[in-house]
């Protein structure tokens, strides 16, 4: 070949060479465009100014804020507290790699009594527990806020929530009226892969869903298709009442007072027993919700009629209807238990008991039941006593709790815990008078559902953020 033709050849090359340039170049810009999510600019398929479109950056217009649920300091002992807040992000496809937050602690005058800051990512879809622990201050608080910093929160991202393959089970309470531990075991569900840097957060509620107590702890690792035991404790407890109960529905309650010659022993002036068994019976009174109602029925030898006070809200007049409560002088004055029990059922079956609320009478007694008499054979001792149980057995198939006191030795003990009592633990002897006030104490707390807790575990989620 010439070097002629070979020079022409050559410069045929380099001219397709360059056409193809020409043409490719345009088609590459077409398919590969230049980035614009960081030039400052509103330009390509952006939505707003670097954000939106092809951006991973999602414009503040599109997204909405987390949602505070609510924020709260939790007493722990020695003047120190824990701030827990359960924040929402409602955003499905949308989160923030690192949101810096403060919690404020706010007293009655709207004065910060302390202030802690972190930092939390906020995964779409998915719920945090934002968690401070050891905070000391002093002062009453009036609140808890919660704030996220504003430069943090224009800066949402495309992200997804991946499914969680983290499951709990064998959650458990206890010592809820010492020390307080909640144990649980983590399961990774994975069966190929560990997981590993994990946080986790306890939170408590009582029976309302109000939260009483927060707490975190982290695992490293979790081997595959593997399980991992996890506690929480804290140093209070978190029942309110000593015996580790507190009414989670109304009670209605007829007291059932006992009036008879017994209960004035010596001519004392106020009579005794009487007046000494009175005061402590508002001891109970006393103790009542505002939701419970309250009233009372005295008896010897027939139940007042009408009751010393119908089944109401109104405590103090309650308690002035035990304060009036007095022995009749006129004529022999015997101990009509069974008339009593009836009469007070009878109240509590009336338009003035609440449907949702218990039914509960606490029955006080110092001698032994000898009216009403045998109709057919009055020489039947046996038949107060029997008229009782008959009466207290219809009341216990009726939802009726009978809490049964004697009060002093002359009194059939055997009677009034078998079978007027519920059962005999609702039986309760006050050797004196001045023994009663703890008795009625004791049944006022007894008489509430045992306290009731929620538990929840939040498992702080990762998201995956597009770059």
Request: net charge neutral; hydrophobic share 40%.
């Given at each position: 070949?010439?070097?002629?033709?070979?020079?022409?050849?050559?410069?045929?090359?380099?001219?397709?060479?360059?056409?193809?340039?020409?043409?490719?170049?345009?088609?590459?810009?077409?398919?590969?465009?230049?980035?614009?999510?960081?030039?400052?600019?509103?330009?390509?398929?952006?939505?707003?100014v670097?954000c939106?479109?092809?951006?991973?950056?999602?414009?503040?217009?599109?997204?909405?804020?987390?949602?505070?649920?609510?924020?709260?300091?939790?007493?722990?002992?020695?003047?120190?507290?824990?701030?827990?807040?359960?924040?929402?992000?409602?955003?499905?496809?949308?989160?923030?790699?690192?949101?810096?937050?403060?919690?404020?602690?706010?007293?009655?005058?709207?004065?910060?009594?302390?202030?802690?800051?972190?930092?939390?990512?906020?995964?779409?879809?998915?719920?945090?527990?934002?968690?401070?622990?050891?905070?000391?201050?002093?002062?009453?608080?009036?609140?808890?806020?919660?704030?996220?910093?504003?430069?943090?929160?224009?800066?949402?991202?495309?992200?997804?929530?991946?499914?969680?393959?983290?499951?709990?089970?064998?959650?458990?309470?206890?010592?809820?009226?010492?020390?307080?531990?909640?144990?649980?075991?983590?399961?990774?569900?994975?069966?190929?892969?560990?997981?590993?840097?994990?946080?986790?957060?306890?939170?408590?509620?009582?029976?309302?869903r109000?939260?009483?107590?927060?707490?975190?702890?982290?695992?490293?690792?979790?081997?595959?298709?593997g399980?991992?035991?996890?506690?929480?404790?804290w140093p209070?407890?978190?029942?309110?009442?000593?015996?580790?109960?507190?009414?989670?529905?109304?009670?209605?309650?007829?007291?059932?007072?006992?009036?008879?010659?017994?209960?004035?022993?010596?001519?004392?002036?106020?009579?005794?027993?009487?007046?000494?068994?009175?005061?402590?019976?508002?001891?109970?009174?006393?103790?009542?919700?505002?939701?419970?109602?309250?009233?009372?029925?005295?008896?010897?030898?027939?139940?007042?009629?009408?009751?010393?006070?119908?089944?109401?809200?109104?405590?103090?007049?309650?308690?002035?209807?035990?304060a009036?409560?007095?022995?009749?002088?006129?004529?022999?004055?015997?101990?009509?238990?069974g008339?009593?029990?009836k009469?007070?059922?009878?109240?509590?079956?009336?338009?003035?008991?609440?449907?949702?609320?218990?039914?509960?009478?606490?029955?006080?007694?110092?001698?032994?039941?000898?009216?009403?008499?045998?109709?057919?054979?009055?020489?039947?001792?046996?038949?107060?006593?029997?008229?009782?149980?008959?009466?207290?057995?219809?009341?216990?198939?009726?939802?009726?709790?009978?809490?049964?006191?004697?009060?002093?030795?002359?009194i059939?003990?055997?009677?009034?815990?078998?079978?007027?009592?519920?059962?005999?633990?609702?039986?309760?002897?006050?050797?004196?008078?001045e023994?009663?006030?703890?008795?009625?104490?004791?049944?006022?707390?007894?008489?509430?559902?045992?306290?009731?807790?929620?538990?929840?575990?939040?498992?702080?989620?990762?998201?995956?953020?597009?770059?």
């Amino acid at each position: 070949m010439e070097w002629s033709q070979k020079r022409k050849i050559l410069y045929t090359l380099v001219f397709a060479g360059i056409i193809i340039l020409l043409v490719s170049y345009p088609v590459y810009q077409l398919t590969h465009p230049v980035p614009t999510c960081f030039d400052k600019k509103q330009n390509g398929s952006e939505v707003g100014v670097d954000c939106g479109g092809a951006c991973a950056r999602v414009c503040t217009t599109d997204v909405k804020l987390p949602r505070v649920v609510w924020a709260k300091a939790f007493y722990l002992d020695g003047g120190t507290y824990d701030l827990g807040a359960y924040v929402e992000n409602p955003n499905t496809s949308a989160g923030v790699k690192n949101a810096r937050y403060t919690m404020r602690v706010l007293g009655n005058n709207g004065n910060v009594l302390a202030e802690k800051s972190g930092s939390t990512e906020l995964a779409p879809a998915s719920s945090i527990l934002l968690f401070e622990t050891g905070v000391s201050f002093s002062g009453t608080v009036d609140h808890v806020e919660v704030s996220f910093n504003t430069e943090d929160l224009a800066s949402w991202t495309k992200a997804f929530t991946p499914h969680s393959l983290l499951a709990t089970k064998n959650q458990n309470l206890k010592n809820v009226d010492s020390k307080p531990r909640f144990d649980a075991v983590l399961v990774n569900i994975d069966p190929v892969k560990e997981l590993a840097n994990l946080a986790l957060g306890a939170i408590i509620y009582d029976a309302l869903r109000h939260p009483i107590a927060v707490s975190k702890t982290y695992v490293d690792r979790i081997p595959k298709s593997g399980e991992q035991n996890i506690f929480f404790t804290w140093p209070s407890r978190f029942t309110k009442r000593s015996t580790g109960g507190i009414c989670t529905s109304p009670v209605d309650t007829m007291l059932v007072f006992d009036r008879s010659g017994s209960m004035d022993i010596g001519g004392k002036n106020p009579p005794e027993p009487l007046e000494t068994a009175k005061k402590a019976a508002t001891t109970y009174v006393d103790a009542a919700d505002i939701v419970d109602k309250v009233g009372i029925v005295s008896f010897a030898t027939t139940p007042s009629s009408p009751v010393d006070h119908e089944l109401s809200l109104s405590h103090e007049s309650v308690r002035g209807a035990i304060a009036a409560i007095f022995i009749n002088k006129n004529g022999t004055q015997n101990t009509n238990l069974g008339d009593a029990l009836k009469t007070a059922i009878e109240e509590l079956r009336s338009v003035r008991h609440a449907k949702e609320a218990k039914k509960v009478i606490v029955a006080l007694t110092d001698g032994v039941a000898n009216r009403p008499l045998d109709p057919i054979n009055q020489k039947n001792g046996a038949y107060a006593e029997e008229y009782a149980s008959e009466i207290a057995k219809g009341a216990r198939a009726d939802g009726v709790q009978i809490y049964a006191i004697g009060l002093g030795k002359g009194i059939n003990e055997a009677f009034l815990g078998n079978r007027i009592a519920s059962d005999p633990s609702r039986y309760f002897n006050a050797p004196t008078a001045e023994d009663l006030q703890n008795v009625y104490k004791n049944i006022s707390e007894t008489v509430c559902k045992p306290e009731n807790f929620i538990t929840e575990i939040i498992i702080t989620p990762r998201a995956v953020f597009e770059e």
